[in-house]
């Protein structure tokens, strides 16, 4: 039998946690306002960093990003939800422009990064003519961290960052809230039934346990007030090291 350990992939364990394999990159990100519409990335804690872990699903550890069981106590039901059809079969918004087209699958983390200081991706992508106005549509849908929108340039090409596989754990103070995993680089998701979604360029998982499309975020971590309780008595004044006021 072949040996994939080496290989970055999760695994998902049946009303379990994430199962990280081939020495993923974790990193812990803030999402931050950046003037008065963009948004950008600020680096959070130093998490440790291992060739396998797990990682929380349900939204109940006390050693977060990490799993520590409590799923069991919990009586968690992690039950897959999502289909497994590819992006391009699950698109239901297209946006053609002069330059561009935008695909929209409708998988939405609320991550905010499809808004530009222009308008956000849908608009942008409709009116984008001049160089300033494509760049910035191109932006606004490919720092979209749950993959939701796809951007193709005239010649029906589609683009993307490049990406090494990484996972980052967002934080969303200006939300108050604890975001989902940030999944970058194409690295395989295995369902607890053993079938492979889509492996994608950008992907967010839920971590708070209340998402309706399993294992991808919705957003439900906003509606439920999820925050992960991480925090860092070394930085007082962003209310944790998450960024999060617990007050």
């Not at 990193?27 to 600020?42: A, C, D, L, M, Q």
């Not at 699950?90 to 409708?106: F, Q, S, T």
């Not at 994608?200 to 971590?221: E, W, Y």
Request: with cysteine; proline share 6%.
């Amino acid at each position: 039998m072949r040996d994939n350990r080496n290989r970055p992939q999760i695994r998902i364990l049946k009303d379990g946690p994430y199962v990280v394999t081939g020495k993923v990159p974790l990193y812990e990100k803030i999402i931050t306002p950046h003037g008065k519409s963009n948004y950008v990335y600020r680096d959070g804690r130093e998490l440790p960093q291992a060739e396998f872990y797990t990682l929380c699903r349900c939204g109940k550890s006390k050693n977060p990003p990490f799993c520590d069981g409590r799923h069991v106590e919990a009586g968690f039901d992690g039950t897959e939800t999502a289909s497994k059809a590819n992006y391009m079969d699950r698109i239901v918004y297209r946006v053609p422009g002069p330059n561009l087209e935008l695909l929209d699958d409708g998988r939405c983390a609320f991550a905010r990064f499809c808004h530009r200081k222009g308008g956000d991706a849908w608009e942008l992508a409709s009116i984008a003519k001049d160089e300033d106005t494509v760049d910035e549509a191109i932006t606004a849908a490919i720092e979209c961290p749950a993959g939701r929108l796809v951007i193709k340039d005239k010649d029906g090409e589609i683009i993307e960052p490049e990406y090494e596989p990484a996972i980052e754990v967002l934080q969303d103070p200006q939300m108050k809230t604890s975001g989902p995993l940030f999944v970058k680089g194409g690295i395989p998701i295995i369902s607890s039934d053993g079938d492979t979604y889509e492996t994608r360029n950008r992907v967010t998982l839920c971590r708070c346990g209340h998402s309706k499309i399993m294992p991808f975020c919705d957003a439900q971590h906003i509606n439920k007030d999820f925050v992960d309780g991480a925090d860092d008595t070394n930085d007082k004044d962003k209310g944790g090291s998450n960024g999060i006021s617990k007050t």
